[in-house]
């Protein structure tokens, strides 16, 4: 898979930064960056490597020392779409994200300017750059506007 390029990095950043100064704020847990893998299948064993991760200390505890990929699921994965990806490549990462027991996942979209929010369970709801995304209960108290991901 070839690096994501300038703008994915950008918009990836952003998340990144948004999630962690809500969780030094509040202290929920580890937010995770730069393709943070975890295992979304085991027999053969399968990883993912996500943008972003929400991952609370109720799943993986503050002072864990986690060696490799995480074999716990994240509460919270956000994915930037990039140039060279496909919406039905996104929609197979997701349904292993919820497969592997991801709650919610988000997908950026910088060419849109959109957020689509999929909820394990639920049907897919998507945002626009004037819409208040909430990551509430998987993240508890976050939430920003969906312009804040794409902001200079």
Known sequence: MSPGGFRHSKVTGRAFFLLEVHNQAHRLGHVLAGEAGFIVRRGPDTVRGADVAFISYQRVPKDAQVAGFLEQAPELVI??????????????????????????????????????????????????????????PQVPGFSCRVADFFAD
């Not at 994200?97 to 709650?103: F, I, K």
């Not at 950026?108 to 689509?116: K, S, V």
């Not at 049907?123 to 509430?136: G, N, Q, T």
């Open 79 to 136: 994915e930037v779409l990039g140039e060279d990806r496909s919406w039905s490549e996104m929609e197979e990462k997701i349904s292993e994200y919820h497969a592997a027991g991801v709650d919610m996942v988000w997908v950026l979209d910088p060419r849109t300017l959109t957020l689509q929010v999929c909820p394990r369970g639920s049907s897919p709801v998507l945002l626009r750059e004037a819409d208040i995304a909430s990551a509430d």
